[in-house]
DNA sequence: AGCCAGGCTCTCG
DNA sequence: CGAGAGCATGGC
């Protein structure tokens, strides 16, 4: 088996990272968290790779490429796993703010080592987030389980069966009715069905969108049916890596900052994107990500049978 | 049982 | 323009 080491970053807390990315349920779509290990189905180009990532415990990672035979595929899935897990997120200035903002410190400094995970591709990030839309974390999750259960590509990861997340012609040859059938709304199988063959025309490209700034690639996104604000900083945070990304019109995270900062009193899009940019800047992203990193905790703590939120 | 859930579009006034 | 209805379904 091909393998590799690679230097973590510091701070780096594996179990967070690799659960907020899972949710804490083991497998969420195309990750798996089991064994203390990241296992992840991958594609490179027409091929499907699995990878598995283990914290050594000195302050290395260890990937192994568990499906794929060439070194190429090891260098591939390497790096995937690395931008997966946000390994070159430079966490300093956000601990520095979190010092200067004692309410966010109190509740989210326990997850120092936090990194924001994220997903393989511009389209997994756009799918998942508009299965997402408007409904509650437990339902959007058992949609996609359904969605990368029959439209995926299986492929085995040390015994596990994983599967790569659909690709754009699949979801597209499946039909109306069938993504019907998986509890998509009418509109939200519109919605992915222009997603899908926009991707395929690639008119959403990663590539397309990396010398753009935010409101760019906003501008760009919401061009297309079914995407608005709120689903396009989604895909900035998830798929881009963007830290600097508040999406205001979230209803969880305004209640959540309403709890923290506000005593309870609901603020709207408008005021919590003025609060957050002038409180968070530039890391509004990161603060995003740890707060509703708090309330998945909040949700585990409480005993809920199925603590669970998506993104 | 009903109401809400990590939105978005379309329709009206 | 802003406000409101409709969407689908699992969970409380």
């Known amino acids: 088996m091909r393998r590799r080491t690679i230097p973590l970053p510091d701070p780096f807390d594996f179990h967070l990272t690799v659960g907020h990315q899972t949710h804490f349920r083991g497998k969420v779509g195309s990750d798996l968290y089991a064994d203390g290990t990241y296992y992840r189905a991958l594609r490179r180009g027409n091929d499907v790779l699995s990878a598995a990532a283990t914290p050594l415990g000195d302050g290395r990672l260890e990937i192994r490429l568990l499906s ?13 796993m690395a931008n997966l897990l946000a390994l070159d997120i430079d966490l300093s200035g956000f601990y520095a703010l979190l010092s200067a903002d004692p309410v966010l410190g109190d509740a989210v400094g326990h997850l120092r080592g936090l990194r924001p995970p994220r997903a393989e591709s511009v389209f997994e990030a756009l799918v998942v987030a508009i299965i997402g839309q408007q409904i509650s974390g437990n339902v959007a999750l058992v949609i996609r389980e359904g969605l990368v259960e029959t439209y995926g590509s299986p492929i085995d990861a040390d015994g596990y069966m994983l599967q790569a997340f659909p690709r754009p012609e699949r979801l597209l040859d499946a039909g109306t009715d069938a993504l019907r059938a998986h509890k998509l709304s009418g509109r939200k199988v519109e919605y992915i069905q222009d997603t899908a063959e926009r991707t395929l025309a690639g008119e959403l490209d990663a590539s397309r969108f990396l010398e753009m700034d935010n409101e760019e690639v906003i501008a760009e996104l919401i061009k297309v049916r079914g995407i608005g604000r709120w689903t396009a900083e989604w895909m900035l945070m998830r798929a881009l890596g963007r830290t600097d990304v508040l999406p205001a019109g979230d209803l969880a995270l305004r209640r959540v900052v309403s709890d923290l900062y506000f005593g309870g009193e609901t603020i709207n899009e408008a005021q919590l ?7 968070w800047s530039p890391y509004r992203g990161l603060a995003t990500t740890y707060l509703f990193s708090y309330l998945r905790k909040q949700r585990v703590d409480a005993g809920g049978t199925a603590p669970a939120a998506p993104g």
């Open 68 to 80: 794929g035979d060439s070194d190429a595929d090891l260098a591939f899935v390497t790096e995937a």
């Open 273 to 279: 994107a003025a609060f957050g940019t002038e409180r």
